[in-house]
């Protein structure tokens, strides 16, 4: 066996933190490698020794003061790594995290922008699309996933009539007469292509009728 | 820096769309209907793809400048008339306006137009007025005489019924129908349908059923037979053969028309309107390249018709009487009159005496 596995890769095959595959691999090799199973096995031990040693933690221990301790050094070590590593070109390269490969650094920066622009465009859609053409998109997009795209709405102009009002519908658009639920009385479809809704003022009992004309 | 650069990308991007919105109360000059103020600050113009959506409310004060009773009003709304979508309108039966009197008119509509030069823009007309003497005023673009005058005619039956029903059973006995009435409203099944011009892609096996019909002893004209396409939930191309049974000829007839479905559920699923020109004894045939569309899970199971208006040629009209509405049939299905509905709100909102207090204008 002339290559040996990586240390990090045998530490966290110590504590159980790899894939089944890599497990698989990383046992074969080392129930041969003496060298590998005697890494694996420091590292087994030292994961016991936390353990022991944690257990065994003062009482009282301030825990936020801990953190905070933590925090700031975690701090420092970056701001240290920092004045050390080698100058990024340009702003936006700060954004990349030095993790990804250079070559790919390009691609990073691109689906970055991209998920930018979803997230202003959903915004954008959330505040000025009205619902009911989301709807209209959801209905369209439901019946290209099922395979029945040709559904009537698409043929014409379809008016209906529920318990929540009149709706006229013409190529994936709509626009529906929906007052306050509690004034609608009735609604009622005419097979010569209107659509009425009858409503009652709940102060005076005047009742009005609103109708849509699909032509 | 960066996080204000953002918000102010976000900020163009998600700018306010909201338009000027043009609008025009075009009312004739000898007009019994003149307005008195409107309210329009409600009212918004959107642009949603290659077209504007109108979003139209509006409080009008209109006053009766003519020299008789005002029963009903009915105004076209329109943005353009050619688009699909881009015309309304708003009626108010079942008025008592004096002359000189001002009432409300609330408009609550949504519009489509093209994307233009001129802008967006509402125009609101008058498409009819009906007096109490039943003569009419108006374009009459919209059938509105027809359906007003129907709407007043309904008004008139049904105040005297529950005017017959005061005196002849006292409080109790009103109180006991509007009770009943309530109750009706509440428990009407109701669906959601769908109406479309021509054939549908419904892919369920398609059978042609056989309405039943609901005869009414004083209806001029009487349906014989007929029949429509059925495929799952949809029903489509009704074929109604009629008889005018009277000595008048009628010129226009309005069938109602009830589904059944599987689970046993009745309700009524569309009007059919049809301008017919029967004379008397002659046959007809009133037919309609027409789909209704139910939820999914109303299955189609039988059909009736029934008529529920007609006009003779002279211009007079029938519809039905209170007691060929209490068939049982008929009595679960059919929303109440606009007149009934006003009532019924009255007796809500002011109680039994409120009601008499009301049935006595009259």
């Known amino acids: ?215 | 820096m960066r996080n204000k650069i953002l918000i102010l990308a976000l900020a163009t991007a998600i700018g306010s769309t909201a338009q000027t919105l043009g609008r025009k109360l075009d009312f004739p000059a000898d007009s019994p209907v003149t307005a008195v103020s409107s309210d329009w600050s409600e009212t918004r113009a959107t642009p949603r793809g290659g077209a504007y959506v109108l979003d139209v409310h509006a409080v009008l004060s209109l006053r009766n400048s003519s020299q008789k009773r005002i029963r009903g009003v009915m105004l076209a709304v329109q943005a353009q008339e050619v688009t699909p979508g881009g015309k309304g309108s708003v009626s108010v039966p079942s008025l008592d306006v004096a002359p000189g009197e001002a009432f409300p008119l609330r408009i609550d509509l949504p519009l489509l137009c093209p994307l233009g030069a001129g802008g967006p823009m509402v125009e609101v007309k008058l498409d009819g007025v009906l007096f109490d003497d039943l003569t009419f005023y108006g374009s009459d673009r919209l059938n509105s005489r027809r359906r007003m005058t129907v709407w007043e005619l309904e008004a008139r039956r049904d105040r005297k019924y529950f005017k017959t029903l005061l005196e002849t059973a006292g409080n109790d006995g009103l109180q006991k129908e509007i009770l009943s009435s309530i109750a009706r409203q509440a428990d009407r099944p109701s669906t959601g349908v769908q109406m479309v011009r021509g054939r549908s892609t419904n892919t369920d096996p398609e059978r042609e059923v056989q309405f039943a019909f609901l005869h009414m002893p004083d209806s001029p004209v009487d349906p014989t037979t007929g029949t429509a396409r059925i495929a799952g939930n949809e029903a489509r191309m009704p074929h109604i053969n009629i008889q005018n049974r009277s000595e008048r000829g009628v010129k226009h007839l309005e069938l109602g028309w009830i589904v059944k479905d599987q689970q046993g559920r009745e309700f009524l699923a569309a009007s059919i309107p049809s301008d017919v020109n029967l004379a008397p004894g002659k046959s007809g045939l009133v037919a309609q390249d027409t789909a209704l569309r139910f939820s999914e899970r109303t299955q189609v199971d039988s059909m009736t018709g029934f008529v529920s208006s007609a006009e003779y040629s002279d211009g007079s009209y029938w519809i039905p009487t209170r007691g060929e509405l209490n068939d049982p049939k008929l009595r679960g299905v059919i929303a109440p009159s606009p007149e009934e509905q006003r009532l019924l709100q009255i007796y809500r909102k002011k109680g039994l005496n409120g009601l008499i207090e009301e049935l006595k204008k009259f």
């Open chain 1, 1 to 215: 066996m002339n290559r040996h596995v990586k240390e990090t890769d045998l530490a966290l095959y110590a504590s159980g933190d790899v894939s089944l595959w890599q497990r698989a691999a990383i046992h074969l090799h080392v129930r041969r490698c003496e060298r590998c199973r005697e890494v694996a096995g420091e590292f087994r031990a030292d994961a016991r020794a936390l353990r022991d040693a944690s257990a065994g933690l003062p009482e009282g221990l301030d825990w936020a003061r801990l953190s905070a301790e933590m925090t700031a050094n975690i701090r420092v070590g970056l701001e240290a790594g920092e004045c050390v590593a080698p100058r990024v070109r340009g702003r936006l390269r700060k954004s990349v995290p030095a993790s990804i490969p250079e070559r790919w650094r390009p691609v990073a920066l691109a689906s970055a922008v991209a998920a930018m622009l979803t997230v202003m465009l959903a915004g954008a859609w959330w505040l000025n699309v009205p619902a009911q053409d989301t709807q209209a998109l959801n209905r369209a997009m439901h019946s290209i996933w099922h395979g029945h795209a040709a559904m009537s709405d698409e043929r014409g102009a379809v008016i209906e009539a529920s318990s929540e009002g009149i709706e006229l519908r013409k190529n994936g658009g709509s626009l529906g007469v929906t007052q306050d639920a509690a004034r609608l009385m009735t609604v009622s479809v005419s097979t010569q292509g209107s659509a009425s809704a009858h409503y009652v003022d709940q102060d005076t009992g005047q009742v009005t009728i609103t109708s849509v004309y699909a032509q």
